[in-house]
């Protein structure tokens, strides 16, 4: 059975979270606090983390470092914030998806297993604790350099926007998600409603045209799905 610490201490949502997961045959351990995450993940490993940001006595973003500094668990992390930079700085920290709040305790369990899909071989989810497969890897596309605030394509830097940056971000954090042109508004923009869902197509046409004047070829991760969005490739 595979362990998810959950860290939320708001009791009605803990409740609502511990008892959709549990039904979906989860195991979990909630805590409240972030000082007792970080001694139930010394006790024993977990395989996902879902992780509020707001805690009474340290930030998930807090928690979320030091898990980082010696473990690669998947976080979910949860937020009643909505601020642009709050969820650039968790995915930059490491978390894997973020869900703002209010929330369906449904949306949480279909993206905690969407989240273990990507981050357990494909031969299924294998439970904590269980020893690592080596496998080949190749450089990746992209490398993001965080504390430059910077992306590179095959090791060249792109000379990004801030909001192309922000915007090829988003991208990077979930390749083969689709987004809507009104999700990259949502979380690339501190004032979406100022602009046009069409200044997404424009940015994304300059952001290709970088990538090809660096890469030609390599635009072609990017991809548009016609009346849905875009997505970066899994390659």
Not at 17 to 44: K, P, S
Not at 117 to 140: D, Q
Not at 169 to 177: D, F, I, M, T, Y
Request: glycine share 6%; proline share 7%.
């Amino acid at each position: 059975m595979l362990r998810v610490l959950l860290v939320e201490d708001e009791p009605a949502i803990a409740d609502t979270l511990v008892y959709a997961l549990e039904t979906e045959c989860f195991e979990v351990t909630h805590v409240l606090t972030g000082t007792d995450a970080l001694a139930a993940f010394a006790r024993q490993p977990f395989d996902l983390v879902v992780l509020d940001i707001g805690l009474p006595d340290m930030t998930g973003l807090d928690v979320c470092r030091h898990l980082r500094a010696s473990h690669s668990v998947p976080i979910l992390f949860l937020t009643a914030r909505d601020a642009e930079m709050d969820r650039i700085l968790g995915l930059e920290l490491g978390g894997d998806d973020y869900v703002t709040k209010p929330f369906s305790p449904r949306e949480i369990v279909a993206r905690v297993r969407a989240i273990l899909r990507r981050a357990n071989p494909p031969s299924g989810l294998e439970p904590a604790g269980s020893p690592s497969r080596a496998a080949p890897t190749t450089p990746p596309l992209f490398q993001h350099d965080a504390a430059a605030m910077r992306i590179h394509c095959h090791g060249t830097p792109l000379d990004l926007t801030a909001h192309e940056y922000k915007l090829l971000l988003v991208l990077l954090a979930k390749p083969g998600r689709v987004f809507t042109r009104d999700q990259l508004l949502d979380q690339a923009w501190e004032d979406p409603g100022a602009v046009t869902d069409r200044t997404i197509d424009a940015h994304i046409k300059s952001i290709r045209a970088k990538i090809r004047g660096t890469h030609p070829g390599a635009e072609e991760a990017i991809q548009t799905r016609r009346g849905l969005g875009y997505l970066l490739s899994e390659i």
